[in-house]
């Protein structure tokens, strides 16, 4: 089935990176987008799985928002965008980024919803579909906050108030649940994570998270992806001091993240 528009009669010029590594030098820049916000998309990523899974004017939902990448994506793509966050400050951000944007109300709706409420997110997709005239959504993507890495926010369902490993892969199953409902059968979801370092040893969160989702749910796991996040903002300037902190202790420094594609079976 096709699923985008990537011209196969001249897919030897395509720039769609179909490999299971992908080396990213330095965030895109330009437009909307601004490195403003701890965790904040690099935009490459979704720009290559919104051209890769979705066509033109279909529709794209972003669980987990924050400052807008992927919305501003959707925007330069040609793509409707629903995006959901629960952190009121950055939304406010990114209602001032689209405020001049054409066709706002009709391709494009974000606004606060605590994703694991599954009375709230129903009550939200409802009234968003109604917005952008569409009847379901062809692509979701979900870049979650790695536990309690980075606190993003104050209230008490925020995921990145979360410490114990067990209830973070719960509250994301329950989100999954409460969102997945909305994909249309046989279409695609990207799941954007990395792993964290707690209590003196690595734990494979990402991997935890992608058992979890083929454990609960009828799905086709179709790619995975690692992401190196070279000059990332929480380490500029300071690769050296990770360098030795790292020679003087018994670990690894984290160079990447994973990027899960799943295929939605019914």
């Given amino acids: 089935m096709r699923h985008n528009d990537i ?12 490999d299971s590594l992908w080396v990213i030098p330095s965030r895109e820049k330009g437009g909307k987008h601004k490195n403003i916000y701890h965790g904040n998309f690099i935009p490459q990523i979704p720009n290559q799985l919104i051209r890769r899974y979705t066509k033109r004017n279909e529709l794209v939902l972003d669980v987990f928002l924050g400052s807008g990448t992927t919305l501003y994506e959707c925007e330069n793509l040609q793509r409707k965008c629903i995006g959901m966050d629960i952190n009121a400050n950055i939304l406010h951000f990114v209602k001032a980024q689209m405020s001049g944007t054409n066709a706002l109300q009709e391709k494009y709706f974000f606004d606060e919803c605590d994703n694991r409420d599954s009375v709230a997110v129903d009550t939200f997709m409802h009234e968003a579909l109604e917005c952008v005239e569409s009847q379901s959504v062809q692509f979701i993507i979900m870049h979650p906050p790695y536990m309690d890495i980075v606190k993003f926010s104050d209230n008490k369902q925020d995921f990145s ?6 209830e973070f ?7 999954c649940e409460n ?6 059968s046989k279409r695609y979801f990207a799941i954007v994570i990395g792993d964290v370092y707690k209590q003196s040893e690595v734990k494979p969160l990402a991997f935890y998270i992608m058992n979890a989702i083929r454990q609960y749910f009828d799905v086709r796991l179709k790619g995975i992806i690692v992401k190196n996040i070279e000059g990332n903002r929480g380490k500029l300037g300071s690769a050296n001091i990770w360098q030795y902190r790292a020679l003087s202790s018994d670990y690894y420094l984290f160079k990447h993240e994973y990027i899960f594609v799943f295929k939605k079976e019914k």
């Fill in 179 to 184: 969102v997945l409902k909305f994909l249309d």
């Fill in 7 to 18: 011209d196969l009669k001249d897919w030897k010029y395509s720039d769609i990176n179909v």
């Fill in 169 to 175: 892969i719960q509250a994301f199953v329950q989100t």
């Fill in 161 to 166: 108030l979360i410490s114990d490993l067990k």
